[in-house]
DNA sequence: CAGTATCCGGTCTGATACTG
DNA sequence: CAGTATCAGACCGGATACTG
């Protein structure tokens, strides 16, 4: 069934790797849920609150982290005559997950929603669906069978001292 | 700085949102993390615990998970003359996680990891550097300011009405 | 509106020991 | 090797009240 060859250890090391680095930053139900409404453009504390009903608490503490880690910014701003307020929009980092997000979306949609999609993303000057995909530098998607990883080799070196430690 | 318009609530509720529902099953950092082992080629429950270094109890708590949502696969098999054995590869709808980890992998290399790249992946053919990217039909690049969200009718009308309610 | 403060009950974590 | 059993304690969720 599966085609990925049998490994005992992962050839990059937890502490080296910066996928599980990014774990500890977004891998949170609560905090992947504000980054989704962040994404589509919700950005005041009771806004959030009111759409994921998320307790107060949690949701001061998962706001302060993601503002703490770059994602989120916390800025005061004020519309005319109207009084100051709060207001987290994401930072340029955060923005970038937006490709992620989109990924995790075309795969959910796939599997856990049957092939519908209640979201989709177009082009407005062609009108085309648009999709994630994998590609090389001169944007030709690339074949399964064709994909090779490459460690680097400070990385594997270090690997591999660590699997004998 | 953000250039996403301001919005009181995200146009798919969180019901109809797979991407919300596919917090549920892996918006969590010990299943992030042994997917991310098991993408590489990990299977066996003794290589994830050490590798990981996580309690045997949640480890297998998060496999039963796992194996219950459709995204791993419980298996005894034997090799020559050796006694049998259990592994938990990825089914099909697992291995799709694939694209989404190299997409999170991406973001991760450029903000977490000051550009570096412990792993990158290259076409074995042409030797390209392989990245994961947003690409209409026929495969070209998506510019930022031309991308659109189309919503479901059905679906935005549900929002629409689950706001009021 | 945007929080902080407090509290309690429950769940999950992580450690350790045990089993087929 | 691949788990289950047990258990104390940390942590989290949810409720409610309060503040500038």
Redesign the interface.
């Known amino acids: ?2 085609d ?9 090391l ?1 502490r ?10 977004i ?3 609560w905090t ?2 504000i980054l ?2 962040a ?6 504390f009771e ?1 959030f609150r ?3 009903d998320v307790p107060r608490s949690v949701l001061s503490n998962r706001l302060a982290a993601l503002v703490a880690n ?1 994602i989120m ?1 916390r ?1 005061e701003y004020r519309e005319e005559g109207q009084r100051a307020r709060i ?1 987290y ?5 955060g ?3 937006a ?15 049957g092939g ?11 009108g ?15 074949e399964k ?8 080799a400070a ?1 594997a070196r270090r690997a591999e001292r660590g699997r004998r430690t």
């Open positions: 069934m599966s990925i060859p049998l490994l005992r250890r992962s050839p990059v937890r080296d790797c910066n996928l599980a680095k990014s774990f500890e930053r891998g949170d139900c992947l849920l989704r409404s994404l589509y453009g919700v950005r005041r806004d009111a759409e994921l770059g910014e800025r207001e929009p994401l930072t340029r980092m923005q970038g997950l490709l992620p997000f989109m990924a995790i979306t075309q795969w959910a949609d796939k599997w856990l929603g519908h999609s209640p979201l989709t993303l177009r082009s407005k000057s062609t085309q669906r648009l999709s994630v995909a994998l590609v090389d530098e001169r944007c030709r998607r690339a069978a064709d994909i090779e990883f490459v460690i680097d990385i």
